[in-house]
């Protein structure tokens, strides 16, 4: 049985100058900031366009923060969860457990049979989505 989990994520659009405390449910652990629009500070580090902020939550300290937009505003995603505490295994946009299960998506993904689940359109290629 797998153990359940929270996650929290939130998308935070701030105005020039504005200043958002936020502070992480006990349970979750650890927390990435991710500056898509704008840019602005976390704790007083910057935090520039494009750029990823990760803070280990697992320190009761670290659990508060405070995000400052620049005074061209900061628009910014946050996700935050449970570490998973499992090994990992990484080539390229494949991650897995180990490395014979890197080898075995790697045959899979030679062979056609990964994804598993395909669509009947070409999803390399957008324009090829059917209108909804």
């Known amino acids: 049985m797998q153990a359940q989990c929270s996650i929290q994520m939130a998308d935070f659009e701030m105005s020039a100058g504005s200043m958002v405390p936020h502070e992480l449910p006990l349970e979750l652990d650890t927390c990435i900031l991710y500056a898509y629009s704008g840019s602005g500070t976390v704790n007083g ?33 946050l996700f935050a969860g449970t570490k998973l505490k499992e090994p990992i295994a990484w080539r390229g946009p494949i991650v897995m457990n180990t490395d014979q299960e890197l080898m075995e998506c790697f045959q899979e993904l030679r062979s056609g049979r990964f994804p598993p689940k395909r669509v009947a359109w070409d999803y390399k290629r957008i324009a090829t989505k059917p209108k909804a």
């Open 45 to 77: 580090a910057a935090l520039p366009p494009g750029s990823v902020a990760l803070l280990d939550a697992s320190n009761a300290n670290a659990r508060r923060f405070e995000v400052t937009a620049a005074p061209s505003g900061l628009h910014f995603m």
